[in-house]
C-alpha cells in the first residue's frame, strides 16, 4: 500500500487528478470506480479542468459508481446520480452508455445487484476504483460488521452514517435507510485502489486502515490485502499515524 501525505485538500485532489489521468493516457477505454461524498469533489473539479484546458479525453471510459440510496429517483439532488451528473460527468465527456450507477428504484434489487456484478465482469473489471472513507471507516456503504467478501448488495445504513449524511437532507428522518452499494469483495477485485481522506475527522480512520488490525467493524483496513492500493491523504487526515512521512510504502 502507497500512502501519499499532501498538505492539504487541493494538493490531494490535484495528486489524485494525475494518477486518474496517466491510467487514462495510458488506457483510453480504462474502466473507472466513482465515489460519491464530500472528499473527490476537489478530484472531479480537477478532471474537469483537465478536460477543458488539457484535452483529457473521456469519450471512452466506462464507470461504475460504488453506489446509491434506495427509493431516491435518478433526478433527487441527493441521490448520486444527480450528485455524479452534476458534479462530473455533465461537464466531461463521458459516453452516457458507459456510465454505470446503481439504480435506487430497482424494483427487484437483488436482480439489479446480480446484473451490476456482471456489468463490471462483462467490462473486464475495475481499473481503478476511487474511494473515500466514513469516519466510522465504511468503504462506499459497507458499514462496521459487512462481511469482507461481499458483493453487490441492499444494506441497512448505520446510524451513525445517518447522522453523518443528515447534513445532505433536510432532516435526519429523510435519509433513507436502505442503500444498494459495491461489496467488500467487489471493491476488493478492482486491480487497483485510490482512497481519498481530508481532515481531523479522518484521521483515526486513516490510522486504522492503514496501521490497524484487518477487521469487517472497520471494512476499509481490508484495503491492506490489496495488491495495489494509494491512499492519498493529507496532513490532518495523516496526523494520527505513527510512521508519517509522504510516499511510504506499507
Ligand atoms: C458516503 C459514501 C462513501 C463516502 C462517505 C464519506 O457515506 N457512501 O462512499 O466515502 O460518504 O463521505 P465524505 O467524503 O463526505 O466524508
Not at 27 to 56: D, W
Request: proline fraction near 4%.
Amino acid at each position: 500500500m502507497l500512502v501519499v501525505i499532501k498538505q492539504d485538500y487541493d494538493e490531494m485532489s490535484k495528486e489524485a487528478a494525475l494518477l486518474v489521468a496517466d491510467l487514462i493516457h495510458r488506457k483510453p477505454n480504462c474502466v473507472l470506480g466513482f465515489a460519491t461524498g464530500s472528499t473527490p469533489l476537489g478530484l472531479y473539479q480537477e478532471l474537469i479542468r483537465m478536460y477543458r484546458e488539457e484535452g483529457l479525453d473521456f469519450s471512452k471510459v466506462t464507470t461504475f459508481n460504488l453506489d446509491e440510496y434506495v427509493g431516491l429517483p435518478p433526478e433527487h439532488p441527493q441521490s448520486y446520480h444527480y450528485f455524479m451528473w452534476e458534479n462530473l460527468f455533465k461537464h466531461i465527456n463521458v459516453d452516457r452508455r458507459y456510465v454505470h450507477i446503481p439504480h435506487g428504484m430497482a424494483v427487484d434489487v437483488e436482480e439489479f445487484c446480480e446484473w451490476y456484478e456482471e456489468r463490471i465482469k462483462q467490462a473486464g473489471g475495475i481499473d481503478l476504483q476511487i474511494l473515500g472513507i466514513g469516519a466510522n471507516g465504511h468503504i462506499a456503504f459497507n458499514e462496521p460488521g459487512s462481511s469482507l467478501g461481499s458483493r453487490t448488495r441492499i444494506k441497512t445504513l448505520d446510524e451513525f452514517t445517518k447522522r453523518d449524511n443528515a447534513r445532505f437532507f433536510e432532516n435526519q428522518e429523510e435519509v433513507p435507510k436502505y442503500t444498494i452499494t459495491m461489496g467488500v469483495g467487489t471493491i476488493m477485485d478492482a486491480k487497483s485502489l485510490l482512497l481519498l481522506a481530508s481532515g481531523n475527522s479522518k484521521a483515526d480512520a486513516i490510522h486504522a486502515t492503514v496501521e490497524g488490525p484487518i477487521t469487517a467493524l472497520y471494512p476499509a483496513t481490508i484495503v491492506q490485502m490489496h495488491r495495489k492500493a494509494t491512499i492519498i491523504c493529507d496532513e490532518e487526515a495523516a496526523s494520527k499515524l505513527s510512521r508519517k512521512y509522504s510516499g511510504y510504502l506499507s
